[in-house]
């Protein structure tokens, strides 16, 4: 047994005794052994406690009221009777866990076992105690709730509360004795007595509340006066021997500590004295220059209150002197020219910086007001809202006490600073603008006029503006510089005044009078200014240039409207049309042009597209020469506004541009269509060809050229390059409009080769070509009478060169006769072809018509396993005999008989009846007239091609009398 080892749980067990322990027995038999494992000891529990901190607390800010929370063992500061929740938290648990109990004093709450929160009311002094236990030990903590009983040991507070009382009315009449009175309530006493003030306390409070006084609001103890005397712990004041001037006035007691403060005064009043107000400075009605503060107005009674509309109006009534104090006040208002109205209402106390005030409001002709009275200050203060322009009223003030009175007034003026009506701005000239016209304007409004007139500007105030009326001072600036009325010493502005507005109109307007007119005008309350943008107008003349001025062809481009522009291509002319000085107009101060530019190009002349205008107001127009087309002659319009006679007055004039380019040859270009000629353009890209022996004509067009172009032609043909004069078989045309042909007669090999066109001017040069060759070799004619139609065939891959070719009929032999046995069909290929193209037979029908492509036959050599034809009848034809004439026609005749071929029998003619019989005899040299024979060898390899040529007609006559090979080629 361990027990031993832990009969003492107050004392753990020390960490040397944890761990195994051995247990040995032993006697003369033997030995025993045991073990036991000691692992872990009692622990006891440990409180979080709370420190204490409602010690020597300095205020304010005082203890404020409400829940609160502490740790068990610290303490709270509460007003008494606040809950309070006390906590009791582990911060060890122990082992095993510890039980929690909850005293009050020495009471157990069984209640609240094992619980860590408990909540308790401060409502008296008592200690809670939390005890945490086990069989390891136990911890506690306590926290007090103690009321005070010195300056430093208390955590439970109460404010303090004076007996006081509430002034009275003032006596009829004050008595010639001493006075006792409590504090609040105040004391008339005469001089030289006894005074005595009572500053009791309702409530101690908790810490008991010391008192202090102070007199006039400023602390005080009575020290170096020997008549005062504070006796009852500083609770009761004696005065002796009072003295009016140094003694007669408020004191004040004040109770404070931690949880607040209360206070109370008592005014002491020698009476002998009626009331006399401070008086404010009464002004007269401020005229210009002068100037009023725009914010509230806070004038004494007696004083002038002047400000603007919707500002507060105060006007303060302070007492100087009245002994007693004066009980009664009485405000008036009183309208201009009008009867005094009391201003009255019921009354309500108010606190106001720690002092009952007494308050009430009233509204009279429109006008809000609020009176603050604060008898023991003696003040009274009235504030007016709702003030308009323009009114004017005083305010009148009575203070009454018992020896007398005083009467004060105030005058109040509402003064409006000056608002101008004023007209819109019109940024834009008018369309029409008369000649004779003064116009009349209000100011704001833009004029626009014609020189020689008048113009007058109205400036006149909003209604309710400006007030007081005849207050408001007017200015007139023209172009910054103030003017005056001096039409009587000849000048030209006359100036109109009213109450409620002016007026200026300037005579014979001229062009340099154009400016800005401002107006300013201005009272106490404020000022107001206004502008009006004078624009005139007179005839428009353009400054034009020198059509003898060149302007380019170098860079810059710019010039005057009227001089003459020679511009490059793909260069920048600008052509500026500027109002002349002496008849144009200046631009006014917005910024815009009283003249409309127009440019128009051409006859008749055309609008140029807006977007081409730069420069001011569309006076710069941009000419971006690209081509040909875009010079010209370009025209501008300046129109103004002036309507004369229902015309608008303008000024025009006109630059011609004049565009410098280089020469371009329109490719493209054929020349006109001759008879007998081959018309040939210059787009060199592919060869042409034409016949050999033809007549070309080649055209080279320049389609532009500033100035004229000078055109040359060359001839290369791939070897040597030579230029071509007019003379032998070339000859060249030439004319005005930049057109050059070349004619090149009777076109042979010789001539073959490219023929290259230059134009060129001080601009510059281009250049075109064409390459020329000759017809392939196959390409011909057909000869008269040969059976075939010339058609002319594009030889140049598009450009329309066409050659001539033959179309005619060309055939192939017969193929055997199908099928092999009696009567069959045989077939030959029969094609339309032309210069080894070939075409639809349509094209050879035109001359002859279609060879058959197949035909009856009978065949000749029957296949000899065919048993069934070798037996069958069938004819039998011999060759055909020699003509019986070699010219001018003869007579060929075979023989034609019936037969059965597997046996060669010869049998009656009806028996074939499969086919007609085959013709015995057939016409021979029919086209061979008696003399002509073939003088030259080869003949029989002679087409019919061939024989339409004269040459091959001659030498090969009797072959080509009978039509030559049956297949031309």
């Known amino acids: 047994s361990m027990s031993g080892l832990l009969a003492n749980p107050e004392n753990p067990a020390p960490p040397r005794i944890l761990g195994t322990w051995t247990c040995t027995c032993n006697n003369s038999d033997g030995v025993t052994v045991a073990t036991s494992r000691l692992d872990s000891c009692l622990q006891p529990p440990r409180i979080d406690k709370g420190i204490e901190m409602c010690r020597n607390i300095r205020f304010p800010p005082y203890v404020s009221e409400g829940p609160k929370e502490t740790k068990i063992g610290g303490d709270v500061c509460t007003i008494v009777g606040s809950r309070v929740d006390i906590r009791c938290d582990l911060l060890e648990r122990g082992m095993p866990p510890a039980r929690v109990i909850w005293r009050r004093d020495s009471t157990e709450l069984s209640e609240f076992e094992n619980r860590s929160m408990i909540t308790v009311n401060a409502s008296e002094a008592v200690a809670y105690t939390c005890e945490a236990m086990n069989d390891a030990g136990m911890d506690s903590a306590t926290t007090n709730f103690m009321f005070a009983t010195d300056a430093t040991n208390y955590n439970i507070f109460q404010k303090p509360i004076l007996d006081k009382s509430r002034p009275g009315p003032p006596p009829d009449d004050v008595p010639p004795d001493d006075m006792t009175v409590t504090i609040g309530e105040d004391m008339y006493i005469l001089p030289g007595r006894t005074a005595t003030v009572e500053c009791g306390l309702s409530q101690e409070g908790i810490p008991p509340a010391p008192v202090r006084w102070t007199r006039r609001d400023f602390p005080w103890d009575g020290e170096g006066q020997s008549n005062v005397m504070f006796s009852g712990d ?10 009016k001037s140094v003694d007669c006035t408020y004191y004040c007691c004040i109770a404070e500590n931690a949880a607040g403060i209360d206070q109370a005064c008592t005014n002491i009043i020698c009476p002998g004295e009626p009331p006399l107000f401070r008086r404010g400075l009464r002004l007269p009605l401020p005229m210009n220059p002068d100037r009023i503060n725009p914010g509230p107005a806070s004038v004494d009674i007696g004083g002038s209150a002047y400000t603007t509309p919707g500002n507060l109006i105060e006007i303060i009534g302070q007492d100087t002197r009245a002994n007693p104090l004066a009980m009664d006040w009485t405000w008036q208002y009183i309208p201009s020219g009008g009867t005094p109205t009391t201003i009255t209402g019921t009354p309500m106390i108010i606190m106001m910086g720690g002092f009952e005030v007494s308050t009430f409001t009233d509204m009279i002709d429109g006008l809000n007001f609020t009176v603050f009275t604060n008898i023991p200050r003696k003040v009274s203060r009235v504030e007016i809202r709702g003030a308009t322009a323009g009114q004017q009223f005083n305010i009148s003030s009575t203070v ?59 400036a006149n105030l909003v209604p309710g503006s400006g007030l007081l009326d005849g207050t408001t001072d007017f200015e007139w600036y023209y172009k910054g510089e103030r003017v005056f009325d001096d039409v009587a010493e000849g000048g030209r502005f006359s100036i109109s005044t009213t109450p409620t507005g002016t007026s200026l109109t300037i005579n014979d307007v001229t062009l340099s009078d154009v400016g800005q007119i ?45 001089d003459t522009f020679n511009v490059e291509k793909g260069k920048r002319a600008f052509i500026n049309c500027d109002l002349a000085e002496s008849g144009g107009f200046p631009y006014n101060e917005t910024g815009n042009l009283p003249a409309e530019i127009e440019w128009f190009r051409g006859t008749p002349p055309m609008p140029v597209d807006p977007s081409l205008y730069s420069g001011n107001h569309g006076n710069q127009l941009c000419v971006d020469v690209s081509s040909l087309a875009d010079g010209g002659d370009f025209t501008c319009v300046a129109t103004s506004r002036i309507m004369e006679e229902g015309t608008f007055q303008s000024d025009t004039a006109t630059s011609p541009v004049n565009v410098l380019m280089g020469p371009i040859i329109d490719p493209a270009a054929l020349p006109p269509m001759m008879a007998g000629e081959r018309a040939i353009n210059l787009e060199g890209k592919r060869r042409r060809v034409v016949e050999d022996g033809s007549t070309v004509r080649i055209r080279c067009s320049v389609m532009m050229s500033i100035p004229d172009a000078n ?59 064409a390459s020329i060759g000759l017809c392939p070799s196959d390409s011909r004619r057909c000869a008269p009478g040969e059976p075939g139609f010339t058609i002319e065939l594009d030889v140049s891959g598009g450009f329309n060169d066409t050659c001539p070719f033959c179309a005619e009929y060309a055939m192939n032999q017969y193929g055997p006769c199908q099928p092999p046995c009696h009567l069959g069909i045989k077939t030959r290929t029969v094609i339309c072809r032309a210069g080894g193209r070939r075409f639809e037979n349509e094209i050879c029908n035109m001359t002859s018509q279609t060879p058959p492509s197949q035909m009856t036959c009978e065949a000749d050599f029957p296949d000899p396993n065919d048993r069934a034809c070798n037996l069958a009848p069938r004819w039998k034809k011999g060759p055909w005999g020699h003509c019986s004439r070699t010219c001018d026609g003869g007579l060929q005749k075979r023989q034609v008989c019936c037969h059965i071929p597997a046996t060669g029998k010869e049998i009656h003619d009806s028996e074939c009846t499969y086919a007609p019989k085959p013709k015995e005899s057939r016409r021979c040299n029919i086209g061979k007239p008696c003399g002509c024979q073939d003088f030259a060898s080869g003949c029989e390899k002679i087409g019919g091609r061939r024989c339409a040529e004269e040459v091959f007609k001659i030498a090969c006559c009797e072959t080509c009398s009978q039509g030559g090979r049956s297949f031309p080629y």
């Open 518 to 562: 401002q107006v300013i005008g201005y009272n106490p309350a404020g000022s107001d200014r206004a502008f009006t943008d004078l624009n005139v107008y007179k005839p428009i003349a353009i400054d034009k240039g020198d059509p003898d001025n060149i302007i380019g062809p170098d860079e810059p481009l710019k010039g005057k409207i009227g």
């Open 234 to 243: 500083g609770r009761i004041l004696t005065i002796s021997n009072i003295s």
């Open 400 to 458: 009454t006490n018992v020896i007398g009175s005083d009467t004060a007034t105030s005058n109040v003026a509402i003064y409006s600073p000056p608002v101008f009506e004023q007209g819109m701005p019109n940024p834009n000239i008018p369309d029409v603008i008369q000649n004779d016209l003064s116009p009349t304007v209000t100011i704001g409004e833009t004029i626009y006029m014609a020189e020689g007139n008048s113009a007058t500007i109205n």
């Open 711 to 769: 055109i040359t032609w060359t001839f290369s043909n791939g070897q040597t390059t030579q230029d071509i004069k007019a003379g032998g078989k070339f000859t060249i045309a030439e004319d005005m409009t930049g057109e050059s042909q070349l004619l090149i007669s009777n076109f042979g090999s010789e001539d073959v080769g490219r023929y290259r066109c230059t134009a060129s001017n001080s601009v510059g040069s281009d250049v075109a070509s």
